[in-house]
Every structure is written in structure tokens, then in C-alpha cells.
């Protein structure tokens, strides 16, 4: 694989989180919340979200990560860890 543009992930993650969450991209932190919110909190939701992101970032997501990833930065660091490795 290339070498990663992170700095591209994180606008293309925040994007991404943005329309998900019904905010303006400008809104969404690296601190923001992706689970446990009242956009995400339905699980089919949360599967929403992920199976946008994996087709996104080219990564799989196993359910028993996705509750793991509790902020943008969470799910930021997630995606270019797989994504080098």
C-alpha cells in the first residue's frame, strides 16, 4: 500500500461523521463523540456509520471494535493504523 495522507483521512473521517451525526463538518473535534450519542446510539445506526467508513478507508471494523472507538480520534487512529498495516 501507498503512503497514508492522514491529513486527508481526517477530513474525509470528519465528512463522513459530520453527515452521520446532522452537523456542520466544522462542528465535529477530534474529542467529538461517535458513540453513545443519540444519532448513533441505535445500533443500526452505528453499523451505518462503520460500513461507510470501512467502504471509505478500504478497512474492516469488527463489531467488537466498533465499541471501542469512542471519539473521532479514536476512529482516526483506528483507520491509519489498518490502513499501514
Known amino acids: 500500500m501507498g503512503k497514508i495522507d ?5 477530513e474525509k473521517l470528519k465528512k463522513i461523521i459530520a453527515k452521520y451525526l446532522g452537523t456542520k463538518i466544522e462542528k ?11 444519532e ?3 445500533y443500526g445506526k452505528l453499523f451505518e456509520l462503520y460500513a461507510k467508513i470501512e ?3 478500504d478497512i474492516q471494523v469488527p463489531v ?3 465499541d471501542k472507538i469512542k471519539t473521532v480520534l479514536n476512529c482516526l ?4 493504523y489498518h490502513q499501514e498495516n
Do not use: C, G, Q, V
Open 64 to 66: 467488537e471494535d466498533m
Open 6 to 10: 492522514k491529513s486527508k483521512n481526517e
Open 28 to 38: 465535529i473535534e477530534l474529542s467529538t463523540l461517535i458513540t453513545n450519542t443519540a
Open 40 to 42: 448513533t446510539r441505535p
Open 77 to 80: 487512529n483506528y483507520i491509519n
Open 55 to 57: 467502504k471509505e478507508f
